[in-house]
């Protein structure tokens, strides 16, 4: 005769620590699709997500590029926002006083047009207590100054992450480009430099055209493609960066289901970020959450640690 | 606003090339505002990855069914086809689960007292129109529509206005329908009969930038509803900004048109900008 007694299933344990950083689960958004939190308040319950990450900071307010600044493509979108933003003094005025109120670690993505200016911002965000920790942003491929410049070259990202260091009294994610040769140089310079975590990767450069006009789609040239289209290759360097460093590394790029969470966990990402796939529904990382948990608790995993790099090879 | 996951209770061809869409909305009504937009979802599988913004038309009820049961809430969209996501949606029928996002932006800023209002809507433009021709008149103002379009395919649901009690002239650019010329004659000629009235227009940018210039000169109110194309909807991605009267670069003003707009009092864009970024050559 079979025990009567009920069986509950037992969920998971979610929870993961990056940098020193408890998070309640590996998902969060990636900076630039998720604005500052508060947009996405009314789809998604942000006490449910592991953390939230904010549109790119500088030190001074910034324009962004010219118009058209986005166009759909085969499974993913172009952009080139040109890293517009309120700047830093306008986010703590005006954005963090709701941010303080959501039990929710924050991560401040920022970046700097110079070496001095990553510095500067990076000591600003020493100021606000409630920063679980920052970003830098060296691989925007947008902009001139403050972005890829720094993240393609291993010296000069060495360099910019070394200041950054040197100023943030706070854990230190460095967010690295996909446009290089090989990302494990960058990602080995930056970890030297001081890195407490890499998060990879950002867009990959690309360009569109209307046949009809012969006008490049987006003002701007060029833009970064993101989406479900550039998921392979991120999975791909994310693999590779995760055999080179000893940092946690954050797993992002074009992430829209659980289970693609799932293959950069298992390749090794202790967390992942969710971009585009926020504009297409705003509460998929909820969708992603539940679906983590679902598999754990179809495969027998009492703790997703027992996923994360249980790649066979 | 609100995530629905829901189905769609009809799809119809209203003329060639434009469909109207019923999609079940419980709670939509009494939050909808003239002029605002929803993110439609065509279908859950790729592509088109994106969702699409659209004007809404209107909302409303279905008469109780004789089971009894509560009258069903709907929202009303009414698209043309131009693309790959619009070619999907007018193939779904009535049952087929889409997805919606709204009610979303910033609508027309609806004048509290009667007085004369002109209406100017350009083909599709005529959407977001009709609830505020329905708040206008309900407000006791006296409201006339001025619909154009290239040719009669492109005159839309007039009649349904005249039903709500709006006075309106159509031209088409072929004179197939109406007078034959453009839009903004009939508004110089209305706006000489009327030079109080107030005027809300939606269109394409060559329109609205004639439309503004026939303002500017009368010294009358403007309110335009812009169509840019956007990822979000919400004001997160950035992607559908326009620049603001004294955008410089010195002192850069961005407005979203997903959260500031669509809606906007023309004052406070910089129409040479909008003009030169949709390619109509020059507003001034």
């Known amino acids: ?32 699709t998720f604005g500052y939190g508060e947009e996405y308040a009314s789809f998604l319950n942000l006490e449910n997500i592991g953390a939230i990450v904010t549109k790119g900071l500088s ?28 700047g830093i003094d306008a986010f703590i005025q005006h954005k963090m006083p709701f941010l303080r109120t959501v039990n929710t670690p924050v991560i401040a993505n920022f970046f700097g047009n110079t070496l001095e200016e990553y510095g500067e911002v990076a000591k600003r965000l020493n100021d606000i207590p409630e920063i679980a920790a920052g970003e830098l942003n060296i691989s925007c491929p947008n902009v001139k100054q403050g972005g890829i410049v720094f993240g393609t070259d291993p010296k000069a990202a060495s360099e910019v992450v070394a200041q950054v260091r040197k100023n943030l009294q706070k854990p230190l994610i460095v967010k690295l480009t996909p446009n290089v040769t090989d990302i494990t ?11 407490d975590a890499i998060s990879c990767i950002n867009t990959i450069t690309g360009m569109s055209v209307d046949i009809h006009t012969r006008k490049p789609r987006i003002a701007n040239r060029t833009g970064g493609l993101s989406g479900p289209a550039i998921r392979p290759i991120a999975v791909r360097m994310v693999h590779q960066v995760v055999q080179t460093v000893s940092v946690p590394v954050i797993g992002i790029g074009g992430i829209s289901r659980p289970m693609d969470a799932l293959e950069f966990l298992i390749v090794g990402a202790k967390a992942v970020q969710v971009g585009t796939a926020n504009f297409v529904d705003p509460s998929v990382m909820q969708t992603i959450i539940d679906g983590i ?21 | 606003m609100k995530n629905y996951r829901t189905k769609i209770i009809s799809n119809q061809e209203i003329s060639p090339g434009y469909y109207r869409m019923r999609i079940l909305a419980p709670g939509f009504s009494e939050k909808a505002q003239p002029g605002q937009f929803v993110m439609f979802r065509v279908q859950r599988s790729l592509p088109p990855l994106l969702r699409r913004p659209f004007g809404i038309f209107r909302t409303g009820f279905l008469p109780a069914d004789c089971d009894g049961l509560a009258p069903k809430e709907f929202v009303e969209i009414v698209y043309k086809v131009v693309g790959r996501g619009t070619s999907i949606m007018a193939e779904l029928h009535e049952g087929d689960k889409v997805e919606l996002l709204g009610p979303l932006g910033n609508g027309f800023d609806v004048p509290t007292c009667d007085g004369e209002r002109i209406l100017v809507g350009g083909g599709i433009g005529l959407v977001p129109l009709y609830m505020l021709a329905g708040k206008l008149v309900e407000k006791g103002c006296s409201v006339r529509l001025l619909m154009g379009g290239r040719t009669r395919d492109d005159i839309l649901a007039v009649t349904e206005f005249e039903r709500l009690g709006v006075e309106t002239y159509v031209s088409t650019d072929d004179g197939s329908l109406g007078e034959e010329g453009l839009v903004t004659q009939v508004l110089e000629r209305k706006l000489q009969k009327f030079p109080k009235a107030e005027v809300f227009a939606c269109g394409p940018m060559p329109m609205l930038c004639a439309v503004r210039e026939i303002c500017m000169a009368n010294k009358t109110s403007l309110q335009v509803s812009l169509e840019e194309s956007m990822a979000c909807g919400v004001g997160a991605c950035l992607g559908c900004v326009v620049k603001g009267a004294g955008h410089t670069d010195e002192r850069p003003s961005y407005l979203c048109t997903c959260k500031v707009g669509p809606v906007f009092k023309a004052q406070y864009l910089d129409w040479n900008a909008l003009a030169q970024s949709h390619g109509c050559g020059g507003c001034e």
Not at chain 1, 185 to 195: D, K, M, P, T
């Open chain 1, 1 to 32: 005769m079979s025990e009567t007694t009920k069986t509950t299933v037992k969920k998971p344990n979610m929870v993961v620590e990056i940098a020193g950083i408890k998070l309640r689960n590996p998902v969060m958004p990636a900076s630039g």
């Open chain 1, 185 to 195: 140089v960058v990602a080995r310079a930056v970890e030297e430099a001081g890195a």
């Open chain 1, 59 to 86: 030190l001074k307010p910034k324009a962004g590029n010219p118009t058209p600044r986005i166009a759909e493509t085969i499974s993913g979108m172009l952009n080139a926002i040109g890293l517009q933003n309120v």
């Open chain 1, 293 to 313: 948990e679902a598999f754990c608790i179809d495969e027998g995993i009492e703790d997703i640690h027992e996923l994360i790099g249980s790649l066979k090879l």
